[in-house]
């Protein structure tokens, strides 16, 4: 196996083995046995304006997949800012993604977390979150606070893996629309596409 390969295929399996020892000592912020996939990670970032200048919000970084798909959707670095409530990933993904702006902290309690952005509103937001692990009212709580700090009409994406919107629709306020199916992911994974509507 050459050497190049072998790196590549030993990175990958630490990320999995980081990841499963953080969802045994908390499997209720991680949520899933093994990392978002490749193509999972691409198909969300799919969304986000490469030309923007406003920076991306990520939630849920884990051991990177997503992060990597973002910035090679074209983000710079450091209009990348990333929430990470278990601290076991935050070492290795600082490691990884120089200049990313990665935080520790509850993407609940975002007001806490982030810095004072200012007039700045952020282009996306990709969410990894389990949010079906937390209350319904939560979930639609993270939702409105989510949508409040993107621009006009642009995306929250979130993956799940129930058939169903983890966030259940407010047509007065947001619109829920499913984005694919992604059944290469282990275990496949609907994507969902949340906007404000329009005033």
Known sequence: MPARLARKVGEKFDDEIRFIKNWIDQPRAVGAVLPTSASTARKMASLINAVSDNPVLE?????????QAILD????PQNLLSVEYSKGFLPNLRKTF??????????FN????LPDLGDKKFDAVLSGLPLLNF?????VQLLEDLLD?????????QF????KSPIPPNFSTYTVE???????????????????VAS
């Open 178 to 196: 499913p984005l694919d199916w992604m059944m290469r992911n282990l275990p496949p994974a609907r994507l969902w596409v949340y906007r404000r």
């Open 59 to 67: 939630l849920g970084p884990g051991t990177g997949v997503i992060t």
């Open 110 to 113: 975002l007001g806490t977390v």
């Open 73 to 76: 959707r074209g983000v710079h």
């Open 160 to 163: 799940s893996y129930g058939p």
């Open 135 to 139: 209350p319904v009212a939560s979930r």
């Open 98 to 107: 120089p200049g990313v702006r990665f935080y520790h902290g509850d993407a």
């Open 149 to 157: 700090r993107l621009g006009p009409g642009r995306p929250v994406v």
